[in-house]
């Protein structure tokens, strides 16, 4: 699979697709803003939770919305679990991209082959987990602090790859991140609501779903 079909794969099964392209994230200094909204944030080994996705696409009246659970574990990865309206199970780390269908693996893409996967990967977990660092590694931000805990970030592409795919992405949140919007260069946008988050331990199946 081309480079750029990779990208797009998984750009469109987050959200289907939350994520992005470019080469490796630079080490960079986080403006105070952002290092305030890194302090509000919670950081549990393994965070679990409900989504609704809404995701409007050019040419179609209606929405499509799309509901389930998640399980991020720190360091691991992301596990996206639709209920409805169809079962799928996307598991997202650092080294590969996998969907699993009723049937069992439906397919998988190795991030060690494609750079690019890998960067899409870590770009999903961070957004996920609200990671400040490699959000201003990769995009220019705007942050609104909202009183004690609550806070807006609205971030831009930087690199002319990930721009081709994003156009702009916005976060809000207070211990946890709440809401995710994403537009798309193509005038396609999702917002993703994340509901009741716990932090929680891993099941012995979730675990296995990560490999080793």
């Not at 994520?19 to 803003?33: L, N, T």
């Not at 690019?116 to 609200?130: D, K, S, W």
């Not at 705007?142 to 592409?157: F, I």
């Amino acid at each position: 699979m081309k480079r750029r079909d990779v990208l797009r794969a998984g750009l469109a099964a987050f959200s289907g697709g939350l994520a992005s392209a470019g080469g490796p994230a630079r080490a960079q200094a986080v403006p105070d803003e952002l290092a305030e909204i890194d302090r509000r944030l919670e950081n549990p080994a393994v965070l679990r939770g409900e989504f609704e996705q809404t995701k409007s696409i050019q040419g179609f009246k209606r929405p499509l919305v799309s509901r389930g659970s998640f399980v991020m574990a720190r360091g691991r990865g992301v596990q996206w679990i639709t209920a409805q309206p169809f079962a799928s199970t996307l598991v997202v780390t650092r080294e590969r991209l996998l969907t699993l269908g009723e049937a069992g693996v439906s397919q998988q893409i190795d991030a060690r082959q494609e750079p690019g996967l890998r960067a899409l990967n870590e770009m999903l977990m961070a957004l996920l987990a609200g990671d400040v660092q490699a959000l201003a590694a990769r995009f220019t931000a705007q942050v609104a602090l909202q009183g004690a805990h609550g806070w807006r970030l609205a971030l831009t592409p930087r690199d002319a790859a990930l721009a081709g795919f994003i156009s702009r992405i916005e976060l809000e949140g207070a211990r946890h991140v709440n809401a995710v919007r994403l537009h798309e260069t193509s005038g396609d946008a999702s917002h993703i609501r994340f509901l009741n988050p716990a932090a929680s331990a891993l099941s012995p199946a979730e675990a296995e779903r990560f490999g080793p």
